[in-house]
């Protein structure tokens, strides 16, 4: 069998860099690519975290314990819900989930139940 082409197939060796003209341009192509592509991101300014979820100082533990036992329960409940749609491994999966909720849930319960708000 003949092949046609050669084994390598032969190659042009051209430059960017032929003439002054075609470097500068190929370095202000360079230098557009990482202006848009690479943004410079400096590395001293502080990390400043977002304030749209803040949980104020002055919100009590008890408070702060039912929010998060009633946050756990909905999500608890939205995970079985879900779960009863899937079939398989993805409902295994997603029931293991829920269980750790849970148990969360369980947790912050507990700590309710033993919350002494004078002590």
């Known amino acids: 069998m003949f092949k046609i082409t050669p084994n390598p197939p032969e190659a042009d060796d051209v430059s960017p860099y032929e003439t002054p003209d075609s470097k500068k341009l190929n370095e202000a192509a360079d230098r557009a690519?990482?202006?848009y592509l690479k943004p410079v991101i400096p590395k001293d300014t502080p990390r400043k975290?977002?304030?749209i979820y803040h949980v104020g100082t002055e919100v009590?533990?008890?408070?702060?314990l039912v929010?998060?036992?009633e946050s756990l329960a909905s999500a608890s409940v939205m995970l079985s819900d879900f779960a009863g749609l899937l079939n398989g491994p993805q409902r295994h999966t997603l029931l293991g989930i829920q269980q750790s909720?849970?148990?969360g849930e369980l947790a912050v319960n507990r700590m309710l139940d033993n919350f002494d708000p004078q002590g």
Do not use: F, K
Not at 60 to 64: A, K, S, V, Y
């Open 67 to 69: 929010s998060a036992c």
């Open 60 to 64: 009590d533990n008890e408070t702060l």
């Open 101 to 103: 909720v849970m148990l």
């Open 33 to 35: 690519l990482d202006y």
């Open 49 to 51: 975290p977002s304030t």
